[in-house]
């Protein structure tokens, strides 16, 4: 079904009264804001504009789908901004993503916080060796155990298991939906601020994400429409 320009408009209307309850970080929420606020001066933009066409007696409606259509096009240009947000907005997700939910992101923000920190083989091929002996021992045993181990060995801060089962080429050895509920979790427990940026910087990303794909429709539509 078509998206009609008022539903555009009410749509942000709704969401630039609910995004300052999405954040606590203040530059996050004028960052949604700002997008908003640009986005709805674009959308009124578009209605003033559609209803001169449509209300023009003397187009065709070969005449009006062309109008509109340039129209369209025009105002999508205006919005291409949105991509770049949302480009940023990833980029600094995967970054949040990097320290928090990898091993040696985590040893960074442990290093920041002055914790002491677990000893690491600093010569690469004995790490390697060494984590190599691991998965091939781990590899003989059922899923549910290595599942297990790898909760249990991040929890201990046992970093030459977490390394060796999270790192292993070919055919993981830890259940995909397992290890990101265990990392979140466990960046949740350890790094409370950190993964509180996390959390806002997905949302800021899913909010943005999500109208740009609203824009991309509406305007579609709109030029699809005679």
């Known amino acids: ?66 109008q509109l259509k340039t129209l369209a096009d025009k105002m999508g240009k205006e919005l291409a901004f949105l991509r770049d947000e949302v480009k940023t907005a990833n980029t600094n997700l995967q970054t949040m993503a990097d320290l928090l939910l990898s091993d040696e992101g985590r040893r960074q923000l442990d290093r920041a916080y002055d914790r002491p920190l677990p000893p690491i083989e600093e010569d690469r091929t004995l790490r390697y060796l060494r984590e190599q002996e691991i998965r091939a021992e781990w590899r003989q045993k059922p899923q549910p155990e290595r599942d297990r181990e790898y909760s ?43 993964f509180s940026n996390f959390t806002e910087v997905k949302t800021l990303r899913d909010e943005l994400q999500g109208l740009e794909l609203l824009t991309d429709k509406w305007l579609n539509d709109l030029g699809a429409q005679s």
């Open 1 to 66: 079904m078509p998206i009609q320009t008022l539903h555009v408009r009410q749509r942000l209307g709704q969401l630039k009264s609910q995004s300052s309850r999405l954040f606590e970080d203040l530059a996050k929420q004028n960052t949604l804001q700002l997008a908003l606020i640009r986005t709805d001066k674009v959308a009124a933009a578009v209605e003033t504009e559609e209803s001169k066409i449509r209300a023009n007696p003397h187009l065709t409606p070969e005449g009006r789908r062309a």
């Open 152 to 194: 249990r060995a991040l929890q201990a801060g046992d970093h030459e298991i977490v390394r060796a089962l999270a790192n292993a080429p070919g055919t993981p050895l830890v259940t995909a939906d397992l290890k990101s509920r265990v990392d979140l979790e466990y960046a949740k427990q350890r790094f409370p601020v950190a």
